[in-house]
């Protein structure tokens, strides 16, 4: 099955520093897009990349895609208490109609002050 | 910004009784999508709707379950006989286009008991 796997699972890191995120899936997709997700709250979209892109920025976020490695990155630089929440990917393989979007089990990030 | 609204926030019912989530998805938008999350696992796709139509369902959308817009604003899902393993956190999203990123609510938590 298509799915977007994270890795670390868990992450601590002071403010200030970098965060990385990875995400691996398994078959083609369209597009792949991050998501954060405060506790007890709604995904809040961050970044989409297409399948043709392979760098995209938005503010203090970088992500990278390998299509060869089915492989993502989420950067997150000079982190802030704020940025504490849960990280997803999730790809989009759908073949027609609407999107389906396969989401992986998540990063849970702490931001340390 | 316009953003997804859901409601109710917590609905708690009874094991074998029907419930409705409601759903009001961004207004310009084509594409709706119902996800669920079981406390501590993933985010999982349960049906995507375009056109009035259900565009694709995933293996959990059994004949219990039923989407509907009954009018130009409301997205709703309806669980007919709920069981306790329905018990979760329910997704609303939209979307413009396909791909396009999906917006999503604050969801509905569903407790059965």
């Known amino acids: 099955s298509q799915q977007g796997e994270e890795d670390p699972q868990a992450l601590s890191i002071q403010e200030g520093e970098n965060a990385t995120m990875n995400c691996s899936y398994k078959?083609?997709?369209?597009?792949l897009q991050w998501y954060r997700q405060n506790s007890g709250r709604g995904l809040v979209h961050l970044i989409l990349i297409r399948s043709n892109e392979r760098e995209k920025h938005s503010g203090r976020l970088r992500v990278t895609l390998d299509t060869s490695k089915k492989s993502s990155s989420l950067l997150i630089t000079a982190s802030r208490a704020a940025d504490t929440a849960s990280y997803f990917c999730?790809?989009?393989?759908?073949?027609?109609?609407?999107?389906?979007?396969?989401f992986g089990q998540g990063t849970r990030l702490t931001i340390n002050p | 910004e316009p953003e997804v609204t859901q409601t109710p926030s917590h609905q708690v019912t009874q094991m074998g009784q029907e419930v409705i989530l409601r759903c009001v998805p961004i207004s310009n938008h084509l594409y709706f999508y119902w996800y669920r999350q079981i406390l501590g696992q993933k985010v999982e796709f349960l049906v995507s709707f375009y056109n009035n139509e259900i565009s694709e369902k995933s293996e959990i959308f059994d004949d219990q379950f039923s989407v509907e817009r009954p009018d130009g604003s409301n997205f709703t899902l309806k669980i007919r006989s709920t069981k306790l393993e329905d018990s979760a956190m329910y997704f609303c999203?939209?979307?413009?286009?396909?791909?396009?990123?999906?917006?999503f609510g604050d969801g509905t938590r569903l407790s059965i008991l």
């Open positions: 078959t083609s997709i369209n597009n």
């Open positions: 999203a939209s979307s413009e286009i396909r791909n396009q990123p999906q917006h």
């Open positions: 999730a790809t989009d393989g759908s073949v027609r109609g609407a999107q389906k979007l396969v």
